[in-house]
């Protein structure tokens, strides 16, 4: 069996964590989170589809023509979130998008999906916040209940099948499955 010898000086101190986003961010959250449970989740309705749009709109968001985005769906930062024409995110999305999310036109984010824009370096001993970036581009579709990490781009017309784990960037037009993801085949769109 194979031993590791790890130093007693060497430690995770999370008392040296900071995750501060300024003063400025911490008034705009508090703002969206109470808007959010006002404004937007109640409004859980096709017909307030629009209505939606447009709240994540005033909060920055820059929302494309007929997107879809449920009154379930959970947007950390809406000031952060790219949605083109189209394009649906389901109940129960989780966009968690301390770093930018740019989502394409007509793609869909199926139910409990969950879009994960930050991480953390492990390597360092108070545990640092990273925030990076995550492109799905035009026509994809993501299956229910996907992770898509940090830092991953999703090729044009991709798939991702139900609940996969994406820790690496998808090819155009490819079939990806399981966790973690692993190409399946070639995506083929019949007339």
Same mark, same amino acid.
């Given at each position: 069996?194979?031993?590791?010898?790890?130093?007693?000086?060497?430690?995770?101190?999370?008392?040296?964590?900071?995750?501060?986003?300024?003063?400025?961010?911490?008034?705009?959250?508090?703002?969206?989170?109470?808007?959010?449970?006002?404004?937007?989740?109640?409004?859980?309705?096709?017909?307030?589809?629009? /209505?939606?749009?447009?709240?994540?709109?005033?909060?920055?968001?820059?929302?494309?023509?007929?997107?879809?985005?449920?009154?379930?769906?959970?947007?950390?930062?809406?000031?952060?979130?790219?949605?083109?024409?189209?394009?649906?995110?389901?109940?129960?999305?989780?966009?968690?998008?301390?770093?930018?999310?740019?989502?394409?036109?007509?793609?869909?984010?199926?139910?409990?999906?969950?879009?994960?824009?930050?991480?953390?370096?492990?390597?360092?001993?108070?545990?640092?916040?990273?925030?990076?970036?995550?492109?799905?581009?035009?026509?994809? /579709?993501?299956?229910?209940?996907?992770?898509?990490?940090?830092?991953?781009?999703?090729?044009?017309?991709?798939?991702?099948?139900?609940?996969?784990?994406?820790?690496?960037?998808?090819?155009?037009?490819?079939?990806?499955?399981?966790?973690?993801?692993?190409?399946?085949?070639?995506?083929?769109?019949?007339?």
């Amino acid at each position: 069996m194979l031993s590791v010898k790890i130093s007693k000086k060497v430690r995770v101190d999370l008392s040296t964590y900071n995750s501060d986003f300024g003063f400025k961010n911490k008034i705009l959250r508090m703002t969206w989170n109470g808007c959010y449970w006002i404004l937007f989740r109640p409004f859980n309705l096709n017909l307030f589809n629009g /209505w939606r749009a447009g709240v994540l709109r005033i909060f920055g968001a820059k929302v494309g023509y007929k997107a879809n985005i449920y009154a379930s769906v959970k947007i950390w930062a809406p000031w952060n979130l790219e949605i083109g024409d189209y394009s649906s995110m389901g109940p129960g999305v989780d966009c968690y998008n301390q770093g930018k999310i740019i989502i394409g036109n007509n793609t869909v984010i199926s139910q409990k999906t969950y879009l994960c824009a930050s991480t953390h370096d492990f390597t360092i001993s108070n545990f640092p916040l990273i925030v990076k970036f995550i492109e799905i581009k035009d026509q994809v /579709w993501i299956a229910a209940a996907a992770f898509i990490a940090p830092g991953v781009s999703i090729g044009e017309g991709a798939v991702v099948g139900a609940r996969s784990a994406v820790f690496k960037d998808v090819a155009a037009w490819e079939v990806v499955g399981g966790n973690p993801a692993c190409f399946i085949k070639q995506r083929q769109i019949k007339e």
